[in-house]
Structures are given as C-alpha cells and as structure tokens.
C-alpha cells in the first residue's frame, strides 16, 4: 500500500513512512526527494482521541471493576491508528535553508 506525496503526485509513500508520519516523524519523498509530514492540527486531534481512549477504558475499570475493558482499549487504540493512517492526509514541508 502506497498513499500520494503532496509535491509531485506519484503513490511513493509507503505504509511503514505514513505510520512514521504520525508518530510526528518527517519524511523524504521516494521520488522527489522532498520532505514530508502529517497535518499536525490533525494529529494533534488524533493524540486527543488517544488520551481519551485511555481515560476513559481505564475509568470505566475503575468504576466497575471488569479487566475486559483493557481489551477494549487496545482494540479502540488499534482502531484509532488505522484510521490515522487510511485518512490523516501528508503535508508539505519547506525545504530547509541552509544555515
């Protein structure tokens, strides 16, 4: 699975560089060569979900006592990233200048 650079269109990204992408991890386009992101106010709303995963799951275990809903949270976790890989689009980034 590929997904599309925002510079030059080509389906050059691959799976391990978008997952890199979300981390916060910048990467170099395989066919143009320029540098690469994830849209950070979107990322920033997919870390939200991600803390809101954990507080929730681990407050209903508080309130009820079930370990079933650790399981939960790492299947809604692993949900989260799918998504945040299938639909979070790449950026652009400015070349750096040199210094």
């Given at each position: 699975?590929?997904?599309?650079?925002?510079?030059?269109?080509?389906?050059?990204?691959?799976?391990?560089?978008?997952?890199?992408?979300?981390?916060?991890?910048?990467?170099?386009?395989?066919?143009?060569?320029?540098?690469?992101?994830?849209?950070?106010?979107?990322?920033?709303?997919?870390?939200?979900?991600?803390?809101?995963?954990?507080?929730?799951w681990v407050?209903?275990?508080?309130?009820?006592?079930?370990?079933?809903?650790?399981?939960?949270?790492?299947?809604?976790?692993?949900?989260?990233?799918?998504?945040?890989?299938?639909?979070?689009?790449?950026?652009?980034l400015?070349?750096?200048?040199?210094?």
């Amino acid at each position: 699975m590929h997904f599309k650079c925002p510079h030059c269109g080509e389906q050059s990204v691959s799976l391990r560089e978008k997952i890199k992408t979300g981390l916060w991890g910048i990467i170099h386009c395989q066919a143009c060569g320029r540098r690469v992101a994830a849209y950070p106010w979107i990322l920033a709303g997919v870390y939200f979900a991600h803390v809101w995963n954990v507080m929730w799951w681990v407050g209903m275990y508080h309130f009820n006592g079930k370990p079933i809903y650790f399981a939960y949270m790492v299947l809604v976790w692993a949900l989260i990233e799918a998504l945040s890989v299938r639909f979070v689009p790449l950026a652009r980034l400015r070349s750096r200048r040199p210094s």
